[in-house]
């Protein structure tokens, strides 16, 4: 059987989630058995040629040139799976899409003409048809490498669409919400993390992004309740997943 | 004869970068490394945020190295604050540290540069690589355990707190992976005498070493910047002495220091680390670069490699030595009340010096902040590093130059994604 070809592309982001590709050490060396690394510039010298079984793509669209790449990427693809919070939902860059281009530009480059961007930063699939979207800042190289074989033997991926809380709650951590009244945002995040903050007792930031139907008025309401102000609360919605959250917000009220 | 050499994307280096060089009757008329990756303007994002959030944003400025801009961070806050951090969240710190430049190496030496010495295009693409590159993913693994025990995972951990860590581990944790760094160190160490003996190009040549350097430590979390040309001040004062300045083809900014009349490149990472402050390595080390027939001061940014090389079995080194004596403290972090302020902090990324500086308003709010990445402070060097080369190559054809340009590009272990960060202040 021919090995399908798998291609890994890169916009706006910070590399992590490749990364967490290589961090699957020996199990990478197994992948490279099942699929063909035809593209992923992070590691090989191979050129960009032919078509995708899968594409890969991490980062945000910011740039005009981007949104031209991406058309020609999903152009070459069978599947187009985006991994991480920058492309699949805008990622902290993304903080930008509520404020001036101008402004952000004068305040790094002196001379901020020559910086070519767009003004806002979006997920991928406002611009092309995604197939699979993985989230996470960064993704879980488990969830990765699972929805890879997935796609493979034609299964739908077994990834979690519950709340991080159920997670939380499934290893016995204590809840900081509840016992410490800190704003933890696991009742409106998706699980995969493994509930990592908890477990350090450190409030969920919300790096997985809004899990389905997630009631973020609800849980904002709790935290005022907390004493948090109405500022506060956004502010704790404007991070890797800004865009997404924001949107579900938006969405159900 | 007229030669255009031009790589629009360069191939295993984390980040978006390409090279222009054009030579004209015998003559360099351009040299450019170009970078186009997109920046992301987190300065202006972190204006108005709370102090305790910096962390958390900063690190997504690069999956590799997102220790380290945690600790610039959270050391930079901390100062300002007044915070006396303890021993062992010192030392817990530095663990962490290990695994992330035990991980980042390994990944460059193994993975990215190595593959240049035995003419192949990836770690994977010949059968007689494929041990190095499986040694090279043990390490790297290793370092990222390392990093996972202490803050829950390695890409963008999520334990430290200002005035310390969330949690602590458990010492049987910890314990529990020694046995694999004292192998792991074991085999680190045999990992210079390969290094030492790739075959490397004869592209020495006089430079402005640049890093920190500390007392009783190799330097890591603390020290003032020295260089080898007379540069030594404390860390409050470094930004002073650097000139950050912008140039058409690339949307990071480019940094040298001022002197009397120009602004002089200067090379920040291992290399320059190993030059200064080869003297405050274990003797077993120090014996593994003498038995490797490696001459220090070194000269040709290639052997980065080695420099790495040596580092990785120093952090494992460390990385042992922390862990045997470690007790879980009492308490993960000390309590403090914040304070308005300003400070300047820099600590040593696997790639060389991260500068960022806080200001803090009396809510606990940041004012404004800069960050200087190595990547950026290296992207002068690296121009003139090739210009070096060239002066010396201008005979050879332009499909030679390409390659060894490319190389000599790849040496620095340049993460592009960070250095489109700088601030101009
Ligand atoms: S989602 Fe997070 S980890 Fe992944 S590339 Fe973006 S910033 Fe990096
Ligand atoms: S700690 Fe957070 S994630 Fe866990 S149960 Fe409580 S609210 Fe949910
Ligand atoms: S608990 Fe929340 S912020 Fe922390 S790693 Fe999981 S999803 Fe990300």
Redesign the interface.
């Known amino acids: 059987m021919k090995r399908p070809r798998i291609g890994v592309f890169k916009f706006t982001s910070c590399d992590g989630c490749q990364l967490s590709i290589m961090n699957l050490e020996e199990k990478f060396l197994d992948l490279l058995e099942l699929f063909d690394i035809a593209y992923f510039r992070e590691t090989t010298d191979r050129p960009l040629t032919g078509h995708f079984d899968i594409s890969i793509v991490e980062g945000s669209i910011s740039t005009a040139w981007q949104k031209n790449d991406i058309v020609d990427i999903r152009e070459r693809s069978r599947y187009l799976i985006t991994i991480g919070a920058c492309a699949t939902a805008g990622g902290l860059q993304a903080l930008r899409n509520w404020g001036s281009i101008t402004d952000y530009k004068n305040y790094i480059y002196p001379s901020p003409v020559i910086i070519n961007v767009l003004s806002t930063s979006t997920p991928i699939s406002e611009h092309v048809y995604v197939d699979y979207e993985l989230w996470g800042c960064p993704i879980n190289e488990k969830a990765f490498s699972e929805t890879l074989i997935s796609f493979l033997i034609g299964k739908k991926p077994g990834i979690p669409i519950y709340s991080l809380c159920m997670e939380c709650k499934r290893m016995g951590l204590p809840c900081i919400l509840v016992s410490k009244s800190e704003p933890c945002l696991g009742p409106v995040t998706r699980a995969g993390c493994g509930a990592l903050c908890p477990y350090f007792q450190k409030p969920c930031y919300g790096c997985f992004g809004p899990k389905e139907d997630a009631n973020i008025e609800s849980l904002l309401k709790q935290f005022q309740n907390m004493g948090l102000t109405q500022k506060e609360c956004i502010l704790l919605l404007d991070k890797m997943n800004t865009y997404a959250y924001r949107k579900a917000k938006i969405e159900r009220s | 004869m007229n030669k255009f050499i031009k790589i629009d ?1 360069l ?6 970068g390409g090279i222009a060089i054009e030579i004209k009757d015998g003559r360099i008329t351009r040299l450019h490394f170009k970078i186009f ?9 972190l204006k108005g ?2 102090y305790s ?1 910096a962390m ?2 900063t690190a ?5 190295c ?1 220790v380290a801009y945690q600790m610039s961070s959270v050391h930079a806050i901390e100062k300002i604050f007044g915070i006396e951090i303890e021993k062992p969240i010192h030392e817990l710190r530095r663990l962490l540290y290990c695994g992330e430049w035990i991980e980042s190496h390994a ?1 460059h030496i193994y ?2 540069q190595g593959p240049d010495f035995y003419g192949i ?5 010949s059968r007689q690589y494929m041990p190095i ?2 040694k090279g ?2 390490f ?2 290793l370092g ?1 355990q390392i990093m996972a025990i202490l ?6 951990p ?2 430290v ?1 200002v005035g310390g ?3 602590t581990p458990e010492r049987k944790a910890l314990i529990a992976i020694l046995p694999d760094l004292e192998r792991a160190y074991g085999e680190s160490i045999e990992g210079i005498k390969w290094a030492a003996g790739l075959p490397f190009n004869n592209n020495a040549w006089d430079m402005e070493y640049v890093s920190l350097r500390h007392v009783d430590e190799y330097p890591i979390n603390e020290g003032h910047a020295v260089s080898n040309k007379g540069l030594d001040k404390s860390m409050d004062r470094f930004l002073e002495g650097i000139q950050e ?2 140039v ?1 083809y690339s ?1 990071a ?1 480019h940094a040298g220091i001022k002197r009397d009349t120009s602004v002089s490149p200067y090379l920040v990472g291992p290399i320059s680390r190993l030059n200064l402050n080869n003297d405050k390595l274990p003797l077993e080390i120090k014996n593994a670069i003498n038995e490797s027939g490696i001459a220090l001061p070194i000269k040709n940014t290639q052997m980065g490699i080695i420099a790495r090389s040596v580092e990785m079995a120093y952090a494992f080194y460390e990385a042992i030595r922390i862990i045997r004596e470690y007790e879980k403290p009492d308490s993960p972090f000390i309590d403090f009340t914040t304070k308005a302020g300003e400070a300047i902090w820099i600590t040593e990324a696997p790639r060389g010096m991260l500068i960022h500086r806080y200001e803090i308003d009396e809510g606990g709010h940041v004012k404004s902040c800069t960050i200087v990445p190595p990547t950026s402070q290296n992207l002068g060097h690296i121009e003139s590093d090739i210009f070096h080369f060239l002066k010396n190559n201008l005979d050879k054809s332009a499909e030679i130059i390409k390659k060894e340009s490319e190389k000599i590009i790849r040496s620095y272990d340049p ?1 592009i ?1 960070c250095s489109v960060h ?3 202040s």
Not at chain 2, 121 to 125: D, G, R
């Open positions: 994307y191939p295993r280096v984390e980040g978006e990756e997109a920046p992301r303007f987190f300065e202006s994002f945020r709370s959030e958390d944003f997504r400025i690069c999956g590799i997102p990944l993975l990215l295009e990836s770690a994977w693409a590159a499986k993913l043990g790297k693994k990222n803050g829950g995972r390695a890409v963008h999520v334990s707190k860590f969330y949690k300045y912008q058409e949307t900014l993460c994604s700088v601030t101009y």
